[in-house]
């Protein structure tokens, strides 16, 4: 058990270093090794509450089957924040900032550079809260092999001889330690928030106004929002199954069609949200709680992805488009 916090602390010393370096990449490397640290805590405290309800399989009164412990102990990070969650151990907030970190992890892996501008933010909150958790998230009792070497990390913030005294206290006092390794934050978590928040919500607006301006023929803010939704709509099976045609009626062109698709569809943003939308990125900085602000602005970003996802592919679609003229009268 001391072997598996050793190896804890040494990953959020390593964590704690990456804050020093002026770049996203090393915050990104930050994060993937802090969130790495919050599933062994997790995976060992799931571990040991199932271990102990293992005396009472004779008795015939297990709390838990054997599909549940499967299920937690399994390859799905999301089962172990839900099973401590509904063990009381993590509060509802707590587990969905848990799983939002995560999420930002597998992004890292799967889609690349996202974030950007607040991941230095996202990972550094990230190390306090798992910092935190260190101590508070264990279970079971303290044990070392004799003989088994402490690396100088270890050394650094245990002793020589690591956590084998008095580990249960002296953990405490070295997460605290972890969480000062690394540099300040230079602005609160709100702020960082709602500045990426707003400026995402500016470059929506910036190719929306382009669209307007630049489309063949007049457009209006509505009639923008309504075709980037439309066309994609249009050409998908659940499109071609919406226009409703008369007996004997038949489709000559592409813009027959979009016609047709005005009169029989509702598009699902029918409104325009980006208004709303700004006010709930403005006020997220009035946020205090790590916890609550992660959630809102993820709940705001998931919101926009659908609009903010067509509104980008019409704007390059257009701006191809102009270019292709240019070329053209140019002769090339």
Not at 141 to 155: F, L
């Amino acid at each position: 058990m001391i072997a598996h916090f050793h190896h804890c602390i040494e990953q959020l010393d390593l964590a704690a270093q990456q804050f020093r370096r002026a770049s996203s990449a090393y915050a990104r490397f930050a994060l993937i090794l802090t969130d790495n640290v919050l599933e062994l805590i997790l995976h060992k405290f799931a571990e040991q509450e199932l271990k102990g309800d293992e005396v009472w399989r004779i008795l015939g009164k297990r709390k838990y089957s054997d599909a549940e412990r499967a299920k937690v102990l399994g390859q799905h990070f999301d089962e172990k924040p839900k099973f401590l969650r509904k063990l009381g151990v993590l509060s509802d907030d707590q587990m969905t900032f848990i799983q939002i970190c995560h999420r930002y992890r597998n992004e890292l892996y799967h889609q690349g550079i996202l974030h950007e501008s607040v991941i230095f933010d996202i990972a550094w909150h990230y190390h306090e809260v798992v910092c935190d958790f260190l101590p508070r998230l264990q279970k079971g009792s303290y044990w070392w092999r004799m003989g088994e070497p402490v690396s100088t990390t270890v050394k650094t913030y245990c002793g020589e001889e690591g956590l084998s005294r008095d580990p249960e206290q002296r953990l405490h006092e070295v997460a605290k330690k972890l969480a000062k390794a690394k540099p300040d934050a230079s602005r609160s978590f709100a702020s960082a928030l709602s500045e990426a928040a707003v400026a995402r919500l500016d470059a929506l607006d910036s190719d929306i106004e382009f669209l307007i301006a630049d489309s063949p023929g007049t457009q209006t803010r509505s009639s923008v929002l309504f075709d980037v939704q439309a066309w994609p709509f249009l050409f998908s099976d659940v499109g071609k199954d919406t226009i409703q045609l008369r007996p004997g009626e038949e489709i000559p062109s592409l813009e027959y069609a979009f016609d047709l698709l005005r009169k029989h569809w509702k598009p699902p943003v029918s409104n325009d949200p980006v208004p709303k939308w700004r006010d709930r990125a403005v006020q997220l900085q009035n946020d205090v709680s790590v916890f609550k602000v992660l959630e809102k602005y993820q709940q705001l970003m998931d919101q926009m992805d659908y609009l903010e996802e067509r509104v980008r592919d019409a704007a390059v679609a257009l701006d191809q488009h102009i270019q292709q003229e240019i070329d053209r009268r140019r002769g090339k």
